[in-house]
């Protein structure tokens, strides 16, 4: 079953002085099926807002189209099926407090009676939000209105939650509680997440499949790995010795010495699909001996990957 299809989905803009439109948005086309997790990234003015936007029927598309469970972006039955949160944007009424405003929201989407109370509750314990549901919204912290925030977006179970730039703005500490909620819920409901973040931890704590766009249009559909390519078997290894005068292990065939221009800190680049891990650590150990302080070993992050592949890249 599939949850989202997006069909040749195409955004213009009119540009003054009758120049040629602006595509925000053009011919893009995904599946994401039911219970998948997908990232969609992209540099700032990519069209993943608009995207999302059409989607959630906000904006109407130029042409094209897109589906939610099966039923046309913007309709009463898609809405129904979708869970909304912008990290800029929020939907609360911020002089009520989180349990008025959860019960407002939930009668908007008819759910009522017993199963408002009981939806609340659950929403309430897997969020962590106990505590904060007589406080009223404006006093709470910005980790914790987004917890909030959340809930009022799932209150009427949705199977699509459309997740835009949520940890925007939150601190390490409560961008990783919100993670952990958003995944123990994912994982309950088994509902389907399309997340947009400038913050490529969050995508790689939480996805497995990522979406790029650059121009409004589609570079790449598929894996996390996939997308690192070639790097994805690289691993930067980082040493701390004691002693400035021990030279950097050139061992080319093995691993890649790269100069820090720091005497106490080595940095190597090995390559693990082919060589394996065991036979570069104990040849460093026997390198270095006991001058050897700190070893450290790191993949190649996606930041570093994605800031590669949009370096030379026209801004706008
Ligand atoms: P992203 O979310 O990937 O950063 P957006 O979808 O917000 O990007 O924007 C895509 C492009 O569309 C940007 O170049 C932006 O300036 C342009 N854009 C967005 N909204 C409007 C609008 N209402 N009028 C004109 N241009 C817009
Ligand atoms: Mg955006």
Request: a positive charge.
């Amino acid at each position: 079953m599939k949850s989202i299809i997006a069909k040749d989905l195409t955004k213009t803009y009119p540009k003054p002085k009758k120049e040629e439109a602006f595509y925000a948005v053009k011919n893009l086309n995904f599946d994401i099926h039911e219970g998948e997790v997908v990232a969609f990234l992209g540099p700032n003015g990519a069209g993943k807002s608009t995207t999302i936007k059409m989607l959630c029927g906000i904006l109407t598309p130029t042409s094209g189209s897109s589906e939610i469970v099966g039923k046309k972006s913007g309709t009463k039955e898609a809405n129904l099926k979708l869970g909304l949160v912008f990290g800029t944007r929020s939907q609360l009424y911020m002089h009520m407090t989180i349990y008025e405003n959860l019960d407002l929201i939930s009668e908007i989407y008819y759910v009522t009676g017993e199963e408002k109370k009981k939806r609340i509750q659950y929403l309430t314990e897997l969020f962590q939000i106990g505590h904060h549901l007589k406080s009223r919204a404006r006093t709470l912290s910005l980790g914790e209105r987004m917890r909030c925030e959340i809930v009022a977006a799932l209150i009427h179970k949705p199977r699509v939650l459309l997740a835009d730039e949520p940890t925007i703005g939150l601190d390490v500490v409560a961008k990783n509680k919100l993670r952990e909620v958003i995944k123990s819920w994912q994982i309950e409901e088994k509902a389907t997440l399309l997340l947009t973040s400038h913050d490529l931890s969050d995508v790689e704590a939480l996805c497995h499949r990522c979406i790029l766009i650059d121009h409004g249009q589609k570079q790449y559909d598929g894996t996390l790995s996939g997308l690192k390519g070639n790097l994805a078997g690289v691993r930067r290894i980082q040493i701390i010795t004691a002693d400035k005068d021990k030279s950097l292990m050139n061992d080319v065939t093995l691993i890649k010495p790269i100069q820090t221009g720091n005497e106490y800190i080595h940095k190597y680049e090995m390559d693990t699909q082919h060589i394996p891990m065991a036979e570069t650590i104990s040849k460093l150990s026997r390198h270095y001996g006991e001058s050897l302080q700190d070893l450290q070993i790191f993949e190649v992050s996606l930041e570093e990957v994605l800031g590669a592949r949009f370096a030379k890249r026209e801004i706008k």
